[in-house]
């Protein structure tokens, strides 16, 4: 693979960065324990705690 190709492969836009242990999914699963609207300062802060504190089944929505 050539570098910087890996946010290609994870899904995600020229000039974005995966954060490890995080996924872009380009389906929504069936169910979640915690489903996060806003991907705001907020949003990704509570996904990124909740994440810390064990949760692996964090949806975080944003609009695009």
């Given at each position: 693979?050539?570098?910087?190709?890996?946010?290609?492969?994870?899904?995600?836009?020229?000039?974005?960065?995966?954060?490890?242990?995080?996924?872009?999914?380009?389906?929504?699963?069936?169910?979640?324990r915690v489903v996060i609207i806003g991907g705001g300062v907020i949003g990704?802060?509570?996904?990124?705690?909740?994440?810390?504190?064990?949760?692996?089944?964090?949806?975080?929505?944003?609009?695009?």
């Open positions: 693979a050539m570098p910087g190709n890996e946010s290609r492969r994870a899904g995600l836009r020229p000039g974005e960065r995966a954060v490890e242990g995080l996924s872009v999914m380009p389906e929504l699963p069936s169910e979640a990704c802060s509570v996904a990124y705690h909740l994440a810390a504190l064990g949760f692996d089944d964090v949806v975080l929505l944003e609009r695009q």
